[in-house]
């Protein structure tokens, strides 16, 4: 099993403020990793693959960097529609598996 | 437009069996590889089980291995979950979710089902 951990779990921060999002792995993945946003109450949208690839619609204040073990996901000038849950998730190998998220709160 | 919805979820006692559903829409259903993936209340994303498009590779978390069963209908357009012997540490929205090319990654979730076990 890969184990991730996601740093921090908690974050405060104000609209305009550049926002950054560590996840490190138990082992190297390459860069078969992935982003996810979630909102309360709602289903997890794909913000990121291949550790780096912008998905589809997707705002290009959303970046992610990283292979092997370290990645990082940032968001450049964070907007309101931003404050939410954000996971990360290997799939290298199966089980596949998610970090234990990001709360982005509003300072 | 891709619509995934979810249905059979509810209330089960402890060691009872509830069968999930996925209607899948607006994707080619049998070209894709699709997965279920769980939320207890107030928790994070664990990954439940994935059935490759033809049914040829199937994988579990070791958490439901022996208890819950994936299977889909291709000519139904439709992925299920068959959970036995429930636990209360089972209860959680269960997202159907469709993985992109085979690749790994998920881009399209359903909206969820909530499945509750408890006597």
């Known amino acids: 099993v890969i184990w991730m951990t996601q740093s921090p779990s908690l974050l405060s921060a104000s609209t305009g403020d550049r926002v950054t999002i560590s996840c490190r792995m138990s082992?190297?993945?390459?860069?078969?990793l992935a982003w996810y946003q979630q909102k309360p109450g709602k289903a997890p949208e794909l913000l990121i693959y291949a550790a780096s690839t912008l998905q589809s619609g997707v705002p290009s204040r959303f970046s992610g960097s990283g292979s092997g073990t370290d990645f990082t996901l940032t968001i450049s000038c964070l907007q309101s529609e931003d404050f939410a849950t954000y996971y990360c998730?290997?799939?290298?190998?199966?089980?596949?598996?998610f970090g234990q998220g990001t709360k982005v709160e509003i300072k | 437009e891709v619509q995934l919805v979810e249905s059979g979820g509810g209330l089960v006692k402890p060691g009872g069996s509830l069968r999930l559903s996925c209607a899948a829409s607006?994707?080619?259903?049998?070209?894709?590889?699709m997965n279920w993936v769980r939320q207890a209340p107030g928790k994070g994303l664990e990954w439940v089980s994935s059935i490759s498009s033809s049914s040829s590779y199937i994988y579990y978390a070791d958490s439901v291995k022996g208890r819950f069963t994936i299977s889909r209908d291709n000519a139904k357009n439709s992925l299920y979950l068959q959970m036995n012997s429930l636990r209360a540490e089972d209860t959680a929205v269960y997202y159907c979710?469709?993985?992109?090319?085979?690749?790994?990654?998920?881009?399209?979730w359903g909206q969820g089902t909530l499945v509750t076990v408890s006597s």
């Open positions: 082992q190297g993945i390459s860069s078969y």
């Open positions: 607006g994707f080619t259903f049998s070209s894709y590889s």
């Open positions: 979710a469709r993985e992109d090319d085979s690749s790994g990654y998920i881009d399209y």
């Open positions: 998730q290997q799939y290298y190998s199966f089980p596949w598996t």
